[in-house]
């Protein structure tokens, strides 16, 4: 299993010409020239102290990374906003560091924890930009990151009343002129003799194309950011009427609404009954040539084209459908069964075609995405398809595969839409299962020993990146958040402290706390990208079109300078400083789905509020499972949870998984909802608080099929109990 694949990034094998960017542009059939054509990017002069520019929470790291050539220790002063020295002490001087070219030195403030607006670090003469300590300091990202998406649907009007006047558009793909709409999308040559309707969807990034193996990782990174979030017991900040989306109200959590939009079209991709590779999922759908820029959806004139299926793409299909079927059913159990059809046609379309793969040449209008390793996507497809099912032969799909005990599905790179076995390996850490004790274990484990390898190169780098020094590649950024989400898990899994501390430091980078001083996320920090490679967006070239909207992440540093302004103004830039704010720099600044998802995890996750060093508290709770009747094929059992840690529990939840492929048909004192083989109880009205020392039960009956064996593993509200 090489790792090559992982310095891929992106990888779209998008070519603009560089003469788009100086030539006339056409928008809605009109000539006009670009304001910025031929124009040199600004560059914006930066504080040699670099902060993360939104702030810090006031019970997480608070730390910053000074550029000098100074060896000696330096003094810093805290001052908040009338300008009175508020914490004092000195630079720990750390020398070159390597990604960045520079020397550096890092100012650790996190033991002042009073909050406020306005402060700024001062160091050797140096102001930092100016920053907020507050404990509500992500609640605005959680929203901007996941509205996102809403803004790159296809097929919908986009709204004023949901995102402003700026960003508002008519529907873009349904068949209204000039638009061909995506309604029914014919084949390219040679690949089929029909048309599909693949209406809906998101833009994957800057353009107007659709990708399966692109939608499926983003779609999996949204709905996991509630998946886990609920474990949590904090879901309430991702549930009904939280975000801005035209479904709210409909008693569906409102993250879960912006992730059907693109589940329904990743279904409409599969090949029909009755057609040659049915079951399968077409890669992708764009147009026919490269879309020009400045261009709104709706005004895209271009035919539309479906390309071959690939089994990369089927595999992403039965993958995100599975987990779907698994999240949506105490919400739409109608919709999760057509979810898990749906994943079951995938797997077996995909046995039956396992190297069906992308041609890398298939890239005029759209990139290729190919992928010709795809033993990493079967294992993720079954482990979330087992997750959901508790199924043996997707069971045995997860063992079988070498992808269930090799590091490399944790390694330092991240994950990406061509390398997504770490999203199986996080499913079976996190989701009750059937696997033996050891062999769950294990697995967690390695989740905890990849965050420690994250918690260590952050350790070794001036900047505290979780990435190696060599891993500025297409797409960095989201490497970077990719690995905090591992952290996070990590944290999740062991209740330590300093997992969520690594991941709150990882948000430091994208937000300003790195090489160029600046913040990749749009309207985010006194100096922040604005200019991001997208068609609509497009302000640079247009000045009556909008910047990219507040909480949109750009691809960040790319020492490969893959485009024609990379190439032309970054030559000799150090790793981690290969980045321009311009929007003809799509290898370094283009936005993509598959990097606003693991920022939109990332952003619910440093959101949430905590209750010690700003970090989840450690397990505490002890849970017994008696049987008390048993006959030839059925039982009753009393479950009783005890809560052994110092506050009162208010509201609970208890999962556990049957070893033994049991089934609860009835249950007293608590709702109780099952899915393949694991169990979940949620407390009833009359039993929700358990104070310290207390007590609370609830009762099952169910059948068995000869043998009743115990579960062994339970946890209350995410936290594993002994």
Not at 191 to 219: E, L
Request: contains cysteine; proline residues 6%.
């Amino acid at each position: 299993m090489p790792t090559s694949s992982r310095w891929r990034g992106r990888g779209r094998s998008l070519r603009l010409s560089a003469s788009l960017l100086t030539a006339t542009l056409l928008l809605g059939g009109l000539a006009i020239a670009p304001a910025a054509a031929g124009v040199p990017t600004t560059v914006v002069a930066t504080t040699a102290v670099r902060v993360n520019q939104v702030g810090y929470l006031p019970d997480g790291p608070k730390r910053a990374t000074v550029v000098t050539t100074a060896t000696q220790a330096l003094a810093w002063q805290l001052r908040n906003a009338s300008g009175t020295v508020v914490a004092s002490g000195s630079t720990i001087p750390r020398g070159a560091d390597t990604p960045s070219g520079q020397s550096v030195q890092v100012a650790d403030f996190s033991s002042y924890r009073s909050t406020g607006s306005g402060y700024v670090l001062a160091v050797d003469g140096s102001d930092s930009a100016p920053f907020d300590i507050r404990a509500d300091l992500y609640d605005a990202l959680r929203s901007d990151s996941m509205a996102f998406f809403h803004h790159q649907r296809s097929g919908i009007a986009i709204d004023a009343s949901l995102v402003g006047t700026a960003y508002a558009r008519p529907a873009g793909h349904l068949g209204v002129a000039p638009n061909q709409g995506d309604t029914s999308v014919p084949c390219q040559a040679g690949v089929c003799d029909y048309a599909q309707d693949v209406r809906g969807g998101w833009y994957d990034a800057g353009d107007h194309g659709k990708y399966v193996v692109n939608g499926g990782i983003s779609t999996w990174l949204v709905v996991n950011s509630f998946e886990r979030a609920e474990r949590a017991g904090k879901d309430a900040a991702l549930g009904d009427s939280t975000l801005r989306v035209p479904e709210r109200g409909n008693g569906i959590p409102d993250v879960l609404d912006e992730a059907r939009w693109e589940l329904d079209f990743l279904m409409r991709m599969q090949v029909p009954e009755g057609k040659s590779y049915a079951g399968m999922a077409f890669h992708k759908v764009h147009d026919a040539a490269w879309t020009g820029m400045p261009m709104r959806p709706d005004q895209d004139a271009q035919p539309r084209e479906l390309h071959r299926p690939s089994t990369a793409a089927t595999l992403n299909l039965a993958a995100a459908a599975a987990q779907c079927a698994r999240v949506f059913r105490p919400y739409d159990s109608a919709f999760a069964d057509r979810c898990l059809s749906a994943a079951r046609r995938a797997w077996t379309a995909a046995q039956a075609n396992p190297a069906l793969y992308a041609p890398a040449s298939d890239s005029t209008g759209g990139g290729a995405y190919e992928d010709t390793q795809v033993t990493d996507e079967f294992y993720w497809a079954a482990a979330e398809l087992y997750a959901t099912t508790g199924e043996s032969t997707y069971r045995d799909a997860v063992t079988s595969s070498p992808w269930h005990t090799s590091a490399d599905a944790l390694g330092p790179y991240g994950f990406g839409w061509a390398d997504t076995a770490a999203l199986g390996r996080l499913t079976l850490a996190t989701v009750p299962n059937g696997l033996p004790a050891t062999d769950l274990a294990r697995v967690r484990a390695s989740v905890v020993s990849a965050a420690d390898g994250h918690l260590s190169r952050m350790a070794a780098q001036g900047y505290a990146v979780p990435a190696p020094a060599d891993g500025y590649f297409w797409g960095s950024n989201s490497e970077v958040a990719d690995n905090a989400i591992v952290m996070a898990v990590a944290g999740e899994l062991t209740g330590e402290g300093r997992y969520r501390a690594g991941a709150l430091e990882a948000m430091d980078y994208l937000l300003g706390r790195n090489a160029l001083g600046r913040s990749y996320v749009t309207g985010y920090g006194e100096t922040s990208s604005q200019n991001q490679h997208h068609r609509f967006w497009a302000h640079q070239l247009d000045a009556s079109l909008p910047h990219p909207p507040a909480g949109s992440l750009a691809g960040g540093p790319n020492s490969g300078l893959q485009d024609p302004v990379a190439q032309e103004k970054l030559t000799g830039c150090a790793p981690s400083a290969c980045y321009i704010d311009d929007i003809g720099s799509y290898s370094t600044n283009e936005v993509a789905i598959n990097w606003n998802a693991p920022l939109a995890w990332l952003a619910a996750y440093v959101a949430e509020r905590t209750t010690t060093g700003g970090e989840p508290p450690t397990a505490a709770c002890a849970v017994t499972y008696a049987v008390n009747d048993i006959w030839s094929t059925g039982f009753t059992a009393t479950v009783t949870v005890k809560n052994t840690g110092p506050a009162a529990v208010d509201g609970w939840q208890v999962t556990w998984t049957y070893p033994g492929g049991q089934r609860v048909t009835s249950a007293w004192n608590a709702t109780v909802t099952q899915n393949g083989i694991a169990v979940n109880a949620r407390n009833a009205d009359w039993n929700r608080s358990i104070a310290p020392g207390a007590t609370a039960s609830f009762g099952v009956q169910g059948t068995h099929s000869g043998t009743n064996p115990p579960p062994t593993v339970f946890a209350l509200d995410g936290n594993t109990c002994a």
